[in-house]
């Protein structure tokens, strides 16, 4: 069965420190993964998507079908990165189904 | 800009009453999704909907049903509420039945059922 495993409620790390928030996968189909991110009092709203291969806001995730992960990563932490952060798997149904993670919280702290 | 508008933000409801959870989508979006989001749980999705008067049941549709009888609205029901369903839901939309498009969410609906 598909899922999505984010092993980390929560992260701390101090300003500039490099972050990495965890996420490995269970898919038989072709995987489309993405990273979607919550501050606080704003809505869900999508971070990056392995596709574009893209770095938004200094964060870069790489699809490692070998290991089944896409881990989300930062050199340098700052602040306004605090938010909660969700790992989601599409599934190829063609309805653009998200089989979300239990969500990371990042707390960077000055 | 795209916009989800759920129009609860707050509701409190007691056991047993019927509850209906708004949302509107202003970009002629095709699917439309529900969501519950519980700490530890993350988010579940309850139904979802790819186009007017079609849905399809998600993760987690027991104790809920849907309707969607025009493109930009579609709300979820909850027939009976009960106290295990006090949690956040979010509405979501995207344009077309294509994968890689982003989904885009509204702003949460906090129920508490007491």
């Known amino acids: 069965a598909q899922r999505v495993t984010q092993p980390e409620k929560l992260l701390s790390v101090f300003k500039g420190a490099p972050v990495e928030l965890k996420c490995n996968y269970s898919?038989?189909?072709?995987?489309?993964l993405f990273w979607y991110v919550q501050y606080s009092r704003q809505r869900l709203q999508l971070l990056l998507r392995?596709?574009s291969r893209e770095s938004i806001k200094g964060f870069t995730a790489d699809l490692n079908k070998g290991e089944t992960s896409f881990h989300l990563k930062k050199p340098f932490a700052q602040e306004e990165d605090s938010a909660m952060y969700y790992c989601a798997l599409s599934l190829n149904t063609g309805f653009q189904k998200l089989v979300f993670g239990t969500g990371t919280r990042l707390l960077v702290s000055p | 800009d795209v916009k989800v508008t759920q129009s609860s933000r707050y509701l409190v409801k007691r056991t047993g009453e019927k509850v209906f959870l708004e949302c509107v989508q202003d970009?002629?979006?095709?699917?439309m999704f529900w969501y519950r989001q519980d700490p530890g749980l993350g988010l579940r999705l309850i139904y979802f909907s790819y186009d007017v008067k079609m849905k399809e049941k998600g993760d987690i549709p027991e104790g809920y049903s849907v309707s969607r009888e025009k493109k930009e609205r579609f709300s979820l029901i909850l027939e009976s509420a009960s106290t295990n369903q006090t949690s956040m839901y979010l509405c979501?939309?995207?344009?077309?039945?294509?994968?890689?498009?982003?989904?885009?969410f509204g702003e949460g609906s906090w129920l508490t059922v007491v």
């Open positions: 392995h596709i």
């Open positions: 898919y038989s189909g072709s995987p489309e």
């Open positions: 979501a939309s995207s344009w077309d039945r294509s994968s890689g498009n982003t989904i885009y």
């Open positions: 970009m002629d979006h095709e699917n």
